[in-house]
């Protein structure tokens, strides 16, 4: 399965996304941010099915929240950054 990783400013934003995926029935799981997408340090992602990345976003606009960035996690094992 190909997944996508919607980087949060803080584990709290991760946290918020996550659940609010999830009250929508879309599977989401908090995780560190990968290292090879890391620029800045740290950091917090969520992890959702890279075929619900529509849906996803969708709920997030209605909730009035925004991933900072999308990067999608190819088959090849690369990172390549999506535009919403």
């Known amino acids: ?3 996508d990783f919607l980087i949060c400013r803080s584990l709290t934003y991760a946290q918020r996304t996550a659940s609010a995926l999830g009250r929508a029935g879309i599977s989401a799981y908090v995780t560190r941010i990968p290292r090879a997408i890391s620029g800045e340090g740290c950091g917090y992602a969520v992890k959702v099915s890279q075929r619900k990345r529509s ?6 606009s209605r909730v ?4 900072l960035r ?3 996690l190819e088959p090849s094992g690369t990172y390549r950054e999506v535009t919403a």
């Open 1 to 3: 399965m190909v997944y």
């Open 55 to 60: 849906d996803a976003l969708r709920v997030l």
């Open 70 to 72: 999308i990067y999608a």
């Open 64 to 67: 009035g929240i925004a991933p």
